[in-house]
């Protein structure tokens, strides 16, 4: 847990507080990007991980969204915002689980099962690989900052990018005949958010 007291705004604050804001306007880009293409590769391959997976881009682009809102203006060294920016970050893990509980549900009644995708695995493989130089970033800035709203942001990036890694491994284990890897991966995307919300809420979002 960090120490959520926000300093006095030195100029190297200020600095990382628009460093951070930077990160989560990229973030927002990158995101918008992936969460089209990941749903579009999803439906096309029946995939409800990769479905899951996209939609989570929008969860996580809630998070940067509220972290730029966190250190626009005024907000930028208040107290205030930054409780405020922590629980909503929280509210947007919890966004996440129930929507692919449901979705997993549906999907294994109806009988849908995943085909491969390449759009699917270059857009995961993507992730995979630069999610985590976001999520690094952010929790860095977050310490230095006293920002758990931005740690909570990172998390989720870092979050995005192990997810990505385990619905490509999916993706892959689809064309072994490993059906059951693609709804097991997404059960598992709901746990992971539900669990991060918690820690969000309560200001653990800094340590793993």
């Not at 919890?94 to 929507?99: D, H, I, R, V």
């Not at 709901?190 to 979002?205: D, M, P, T, Y």
Request: proline content about 3%; aromatic content about 6%; hydrophobic content about 55%.
């Amino acid at each position: 847990m960090i120490d959520q007291t926000v300093p006095a705004p030195s100029v190297e604050w200020l600095r990382d507080a628009r460093r951070a804001r930077l990160l989560s306007v990229v973030t927002l880009l990158w995101l918008g990007a992936e969460s089209v293409l990941g749903i579009a590769a999803g439906l096309g391959a029946h995939s409800v991980a990769l479905i899951g997976w996209g939609t989570s881009a929008l969860v996580e682009a809630a998070a940067s969204l509220i972290v730029v809102w966190r250190f626009t203006g005024s907000r930028t060294g208040s107290a205030h915002a930054e409780e405020r920016a922590r629980k909503a970050v929280a509210v947007s893990f919890w966004l996440l689980a129930p929507y692919l509980v449901l979705h997993v549900a549906h999907d294994l009644d109806a009988g849908h099962r995943p085909l491969p995708s390449l759009l699917g695995i270059a857009v995961t493989a993507t992730s995979a690989i630069g999610m985590p130089f976001l999520g690094v970033a952010k929790r860095r800035l977050a310490v230095r900052l006293r920002s758990a709203a931005t740690a909570g942001e990172g998390t989720q990036n870092l979050m995005c990018a192990l997810l990505a890694m385990g619905v490509l491994a999916g993706l892959a284990l689809n064309t072994a005949g490993w059906w059951w890897m693609d709804p097991a991966m997404a059960v598992l995307l709901a746990a992971v958010a539900a669990r991060e919300g918690h820690r969000a809420w309560h200001g653990h979002s800094c340590r793993h």
